[in-house]
């Protein structure tokens, strides 16, 4: 019995497979390797001292699924291939629709034909849209301000509908702000170009790849000014995602999961551990606010702690340390 992963030498998958392949998974991985590369697989079998079977091939080729099907004895899905910046996906919508929605479809139909019926998806805190009331559970109503956050949103109903055939056991996990990288330092996040997300352009400021940190607005109704998120370690996600994969196989139905700490931390604050972590100075400026930005979000996290016996360990300090040694050791990334 295997377990595939989808995008599973991405950021969040690669460290997921370690996860996976440390509790005793045997794992297959399909990535087309848009946004991502095969040194990730070396890194991985040397953390575990595991082989892996990967496939170079879309998610959105039914042949190519099929064809994997046929070969292994699949039981679990794990779907996280997928678009996912939010700035790309208003200039180019259909690309985001066609790679995040077809995939998804024709993974469930491929699914469908060979009888497995176990699927995580990884969802995002995104498809809360502009909630104002913190935390976020669950059963709030469901939106999205941009392209991206509508493939998560949409994506989830899909899958909420054909659940309801009976068939299916569907886990959609809504992950809050992961950072942090395998304590190893051999995996990590690797962004391609100027990141547009606050760690990995802190640390890039850090190992001296970036000039400053610009600070998207300060004069938020939060603690210092600076906006507030529910940073989560990317070990503490890849846990829940193996734990999510237990319940699926005894459960039926779909259920929407928090992956989330229920805590917030500022960007000063993040700033600031990370240079308590690394010993290094991140200059930094404060400019205007970041169009869509809201002051605050975090999880209520109870659920997952209800559902899946899985809550989150690490704090800010070790996501900084860990983040600093896998940014230090590969200062250009893989
Ligand atoms: P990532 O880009 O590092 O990993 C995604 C992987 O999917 C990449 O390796 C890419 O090459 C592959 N891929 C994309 N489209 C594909 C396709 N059609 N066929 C085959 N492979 C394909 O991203 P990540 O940060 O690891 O995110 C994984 C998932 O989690 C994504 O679906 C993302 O939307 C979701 N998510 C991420 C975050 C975050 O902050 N990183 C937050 C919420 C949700
Ligand atoms: C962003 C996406 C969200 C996506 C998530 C994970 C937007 C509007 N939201 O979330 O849809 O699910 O990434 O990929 O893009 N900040 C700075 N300077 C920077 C970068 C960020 O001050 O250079 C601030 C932001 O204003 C925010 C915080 O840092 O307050 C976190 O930003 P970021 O890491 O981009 O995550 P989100 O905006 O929460």
């Keep these: 019995m295997s377990v595939l992963v989808t995008g599973g030498t991405g950021y969040i998958g690669s460290h997921t497979c370690v996860e996976l392949l440390n509790s ?24 575990t001292g595991k082989d892996i079977t990967f496939y170079n091939a879309d998610v959105r080729d039914k042949a190519a699924l099929t064809e994997i099907f046929n070969k292994h004895n699949i039981d679990s899905v794990i779907h996280f291939a997928g678009l996912k910046a939010v700035g790309e996906s208003v200039e180019k919508p259909m690309l985001y629709y066609d790679n995040n929605l077809i995939s998804t479809i024709n993974l469930c139909e491929v699914m469908k034909e060979h009888g497995c019926k176990n699927l995580v998806f990884s969802s995002s805190a995104t498809v809360y849209g502009n909630a104002e009331k913190m935390p976020l559970y669950e059963d709030m109503p469901l939106g999205a301000i941009n392209p991206y956050g509508k493939t998560k949103w949409f994506i989830e109903e899909i899958l909420r509908d054909e659940a309801k055939t009976g068939n299916w056991s569907v886990v959609l996990l809504r992950y809050f702000n992961p950072i942090g990288a ?9 962004p391609n170009g100027i990141p547009n997300n606050l760690m990995p352009y802190i640390s890039q400021v850090a190992v001296g790849r970036l000039k400053e940190l610009s600070v998207f607005g300060n004069d ?6 600076t906006g507030v998120r529910d940073y989560i370690h990317v070990v503490d996600l890849s846990k829940g995602h193996v734990k999510a994969v237990e319940y699926a196989r005894e459960h039926t139905g779909c259920e929407a999961i928090n992956l989330g700490t229920g805590t917030g931390t500022s960007v000063l604050e993040l700033k600031d551990a990370f240079e308590k972590a690394s010993g290094k100075k991140i200059p930094f400026k404060i400019v205007g606010r970041r169009a869509g930005d809201p002051p605050t979000v975090y999880a209520n996290a109870d659920k997952a702690k209800k559902l899946l016996n899985w809550q989150a360990e690490y704090d800010i300090n070790k996501m900084c340390e860990d983040t600093w040694r896998w940014q230090s050791k590969n200062p250009k990334g893989y």
Excluded: A, C
Aim: net charge negative; charged share 35%.
């Design 24 to 47: 005793g998974e045997d794992i297959v991985i399909i990535d087309n390797l848009y946004n991502s590369k095969t040194e990730v697989l070396e890194r991985i079998k040397k953390i």
């Design 182 to 190: 395998h304590e190893s330092g051999l995996i990590g996040e690797d």
């Design 220 to 225: 938020y109704p939060t603690k210092d000014g």
